[in-house]
């Protein structure tokens, strides 16, 4: 089947928009990845921080207040990041991006095999 002018210029465009998509999808899976880099940092830290001072020889009554904030930190930083859900977000940008890519080749396909189609047309004349 050969195509029209018109339906090439529209493959065109849509293989344009896909690529660009894709590269915008591929941005932001980066900047959730970031972020859940970022957000896991104070939970190693405060999880460390909070198991030597545990550990050390110290009277129960002045490991209360570090206990606490250090809890209340480690509490936090898991709220935030379970209520913006940063690694969901990061994965599903991912799983956009592989398709927005197999798109952009399928549509690169559909074109590279109608010019080899005319061109095979033109040289049999």
Known sequence: MILTSQQKET?????????????LCQQSSDWY???KT???VPL?????SLSILNSLNINNYDMKIP?????????LTLSLINNFKISEKQ???RS????YIKLTHYI???????????QKMILER
Not at 67 to 75: C, D, K, M, R
Not at 96 to 99: A, G, L, Q, R
């Open 91 to 93: 994965s599903n940008f």
């Open 96 to 99: 956009h991006n592989i398709k």
């Open 67 to 75: 206990n606490i904030i250090i809890n209340a930190t480690f509490a």
């Open 11 to 23: 493959l065109f465009q849509y293989r344009d928009k896909a690529y660009i998509c894709s590269i």
């Open 44 to 48: 190693i830290i405060s999880s460390t």
């Open 38 to 40: 970022i957000t896991n």
């Open 108 to 118: 690169e396909d559909k074109i590279t095999n109608e010019l080899i189609i005319v």
């Open 33 to 35: 990845n970031m972020l």
